[in-house]
């Protein structure tokens, strides 16, 4: 997943391995909650997602793009001791399904599916380091683009997991 070469964008392509697109992620210029939508390749929408208002932990919500229904939800509690953000699906359960840990700092962190007290890991996100070629190095000084490398387990929803990496990467920031 990689945000394009521009001064600040919110909006992004996400390719595969080949560098064909998958993905693209639209972000409303102008929104109080700030919303984000993921697309697929030829823009149709298959989530929404938007930051929970008057929330103690940065939340976000992932909504149905057909009628606004709410799919997940995500808490951080990126200031304990060892920080996480926990998935929780709308399925009334009070465990969190997921659960995203790592290093955000760095961004580097697992995606793991919460079975049975377990933490079994689905995706795997790191950010290219600025240092990892000169491109990347002079990508880094003039813009704020940013690389990122997804590695997901087969047969998990990739949307699912693209969706709650760039929502990582938005908690994270908020943070900052």
């Not at 009070?94 to 007290?117: A, L, N």
């Not at 590695?151 to 908020?174: K, Q």
Request: glycine share 6%; proline share 4%.
């Amino acid at each position: 997943m990689q945000e394009q070469a521009g001064f600040k964008s919110d909006d992004f392509t996400i390719t595969d391995a080949t560098g064909r697109p998958i993905f693209k992620l639209s972000a409303a210029v102008c929104s109080i909650g700030n919303k984000r939508q993921l697309l697929d390749a030829y823009g149709t929408p298959l989530l929404h997602m938007e930051r929970k208002m008057m929330s103690l932990h940065g939340t976000w919500l992932l909504l149905r793009p057909s009628d606004g229904a709410k799919l997940a939800e995500l808490k951080s509690s990126l200031m304990s001791l060892t920080p996480s953000i926990k998935v929780y699906l709308n399925d009334g359960d009070k465990e969190p399904d997921y659960v995203i840990k790592g290093d955000f700092r760095s961004k580097r962190f697992s995606i793991c599916q919460r079975t049975h007290g377990s933490d079994v890991p689905i995706a795997q996100v790191q950010k290219e380091s600025r240092f990892a070629n000169s491109t990347a190095f002079l990508m880094s000084m003039v813009t704020d683009a940013q690389k990122y490398f997804v590695t997901i387990e087969p047969g998990v929803d990739a949307a699912f997991v693209v969706a709650l990496a760039t929502l990582c990467d938005e908690i994270y920031n908020d943070k900052e």
